[in-house]
């Protein structure tokens, strides 16, 4: 099976803080993909990378920032966490894309 | 501008009734497409797809069936059993396109 492990289910922080969410998943894949989730909006992209130190933007990316330097670990970063960043976070890995993905538990980050 | 809808919010459905969950999209080269399921404070598992090529793909008690002439699909839960209460996601992909392209979910609720 394939596992998708995110770093932390909760996560509360302050206005200004730098903030790393983590990813790692074990099988290989090469695709990865940062979400956001809001009630109302739906599941809303904010960064991908299809390869090592390869990344694109997605629909939302302003305000963060990603890193990719191993193939199993994709890192999301907010530079500097607004209030307005408080969300549920997944990640998830595909081996194709576009493919099926195969997502993590969730982060929930709250920005105080 | 939405490509993939999912015009109901929610939908409440009696155990052991069929629930129906629609999806409706606008962009016909949408080559393939994929319903989630997502319980709260956990990440979407993959529940069922099916490709342009086909109008139905059955796996239990779930079942897609694809229009494309009138560019919609439907999930078909029979029997709904109260564990099938989540969010439901329907998405689209393309080719050429790595992202997958997601509607904003339909909330269902199975009533013992």
């Known amino acids: 099976d394939v596992k998708v492990t995110q770093s932390s289910r909760y996560l509360v922080k302050r206005t200004g803080e730098k903030v790393f969410l983590e990813c790692v998943q074990d099988?290989?894949?090469?695709?990865m993909f940062w979400y956001r989730q809001d009630p109302g909006l739906g599941l809303r992209l904010i960064y991908f990378?299809?390869?090592?130190?390869?990344?694109e933007k997605g629909d939302i990316p302003e305000g963060y920032s990603v890193s990719r330097e191993k193939k199993e670990r994709f890192s999301l970063i907010l530079e500097s966490a607004s209030t307005n960043q408080t969300s549920m976070y997944l990640c998830?890995?595909?081996?194709?894309?576009?493919?099926?993905?195969?997502f993590g538990s969730g982060t929930q980050l709250s920005v105080l | 501008d939405q490509q993939v809808k999912q015009n109901s919010p929610s939908l409440s459905v009696q155990e052991g009734r069929i629930s129906i969950l629609n999806c409706d999209y606008t962009?016909?080269?949408?080559?393939?497409f994929l319903w989630y399921k997502k319980y709260p404070a956990e990440g979407p598992t993959f529940l069922i797809s099916?490709?342009?090529i086909k109008d139905k793909n059955e796996d239990g008690r779930f079942t897609v069936f694809l229009n494309k002439s009138a560019k919609h699909l439907s999930l078909h839960i029979v029997p709904s059993q109260p564990g099938d209460s989540a969010v439901y996601f329907c998405?689209?992909?393309?080719?050429?396109?790595?992202?997958?392209?997601w509607g904003l979910g339909t909330s269902l609720a199975v009533n013992p």
């Open positions: 998830a890995s595909s081996l194709l894309a576009p493919g099926q993905l195969f």
């Open positions: 099988m290989d894949h090469e695709n």
């Open positions: 990378s299809y390869d090592v130190k390869m990344k």
């Open positions: 962009n016909s080269m949408f080559d393939y």
């Open positions: 099916i490709s342009s």
């Open positions: 998405a689209a992909i393309y080719e050429g396109n790595r992202k997958l392209i």
